[in-house]
């Protein structure tokens, strides 16, 4: 009688065990479906626009809840003509003027020269199409760091929204470049952009 008592309930303790592991579970995947929905996206990078920062197969996670994007910022976003998931540096925000290209062939943002050797794709120009444009309140002008094989802004200038992205299509910013795990980094806004009034 005892013995089958003892083994009633370690039958009892085995369910209950494997309930609480399958409660877990379900909610661990839970958990991480909100954190992917809300919170931290993962990305991989389709394209060289983004040279060297970024190579082609390369994955980042993006901080969904990091406010509005800045100066400097690696954003992904709904793409221009397509909606698909795109990555650019933010070089404008509302209200900046950028031009292409001071005296030294540097890109300005309001009248201020930007420094880019630290992000540019080494021996690519700022810009290989010379511009100038305002952009307007809550929206940004991008651009990728491999400028000759980036489609960015420069190339949409001609389409309604004048190679304009709106904030609100941005889904969040770069945070880390986790893959391949040689390679990982933290993604910080380069001083150039510090100077920009």
Not at 162 to 171: L, N, P, R, Y
Request: with cysteine; charged share 25%.
């Amino acid at each position: 009688m005892a013995v089958t008592r003892k083994a009633a309930v370690g039958e009892k303790k085995k369910k209950g065990g494997f309930r609480e592991t399958v409660l877990l579970l379900v909610l661990g995947v839970g958990i991480a479906l909100l954190l992917q929905a809300f919170v931290i996206g993962s990305f991989y990078i389709p394209s060289e626009s983004m040279e060297n920062t970024l190579l082609i197969n390369d994955r980042v996670f993006v901080n969904k809840l990091a406010g509005a994007p800045e100066r400097g910022d690696i954003v992904v976003f709904k793409g221009w003509s397509t909606g698909e998931d795109t990555i650019k540096r933010v070089i404008g925000v509302g209200g900046d003027k950028v031009v292409c290209c001071d005296a030294k062939e540097r890109i300005t943002v309001n009248g201020t020269p930007l420094e880019e050797k630290s992000y540019l794709y080494p021996g690519d120009f700022p810009s290989g199409k010379k511009f100038s444009v305002t952009v307007p309140a809550g929206k940004l002008w991008l651009m990728g760091d491999h400028r000759s094989a980036s489609a960015d802004s420069r190339a949409h200038m001609d389409e309604p929204n004048q190679g304009f992205i709106d904030d609100k299509d941005v889904i969040g910013k770069a945070v880390v470049r986790y893959w391949p795990l040689n390679r990982g980094l933290i993604f910080t806004k380069p001083d150039t952009f510090d100077k920009v009034k």
